[in-house]
Structures are given as C-alpha cells and as structure tokens.
C-alpha cells in the first residue's frame, strides 16, 4: 500500500498507518529551530542510548540532529481509532513510504 507511514517502538515492535502531525520541529545547532512538513520527512530517529540525539533524514537529502519538540506524535494505525505515542516509546518514524512484508520498503 502506497503512502503508509510505520512506526518502530523501542522494544521492536512496529504499527503501520498514517502520521497525522502536519509537521516537526527540531532545535538544532544552527541556531534556529527547523520545521519540516511530514509530507517531505522520510525518516525521523529518536534520541536512545546508542543515538544522543534525535534526527530528521527529509526528501532533498537534509539530515539534522537535535532536540525534537513535543512529546508525542499522533498516529493512525491501519484500521485503528487515532492514538498519541510518546516519542520516548519510538525508535524510529519511516514516513511517505509504501512498503509490505513481501515487498519490503520503497519511496514514493
């Protein structure tokens, strides 16, 4: 299915479905915060004990690190009612990607 976004969680496990934040912010050492749209976001890793630093990988090739705003992102998972997932539960967000267990990950 094209488009779906998954979620990792910390502990392995993973949700397919729909990121419903329109964007993220992330303080960097440029000085400045940085807002990137979700729909030019293709990957997002959080802060963990093997990455000191939370990190948005975009669409045109940016990869920054910092501190990601908020605590939580909104979700839709496949055939679910909209949930809040902490960020400190989430490894990493793939985001604006089709993929299937058979077919593995593709860009859009």
Request: positive net charge.
């Amino acid at each position: 299915m094209s488009g779906r976004d998954l979620v990792i969680a910390k502990n392995g496990d993973s949700l397919a479905g729909k990121v419903l934040d329109s964007s993220f912010t992330i303080t960097t050492d440029f000085g400045q915060p940085l807002t990137f749209k979700t729909r030019d976001i293709y990957w997002i890793h959080l802060k963990s004990a093997q990455a000191p630093s939370d990190e948005i990988w975009t669409a045109n090739d940016d990869r920054v690190r910092g501190a990601l705003r908020g605590t939580a992102v909104r979700f839709e998972p496949v055939g679910q009612k909209p949930i809040s997932i902490p960020y400190a539960a989430i490894h990493t967000l793939i985001l604006n990607q089709g993929f299937s267990a058979r077919r593995g990950l593709r860009s859009r």
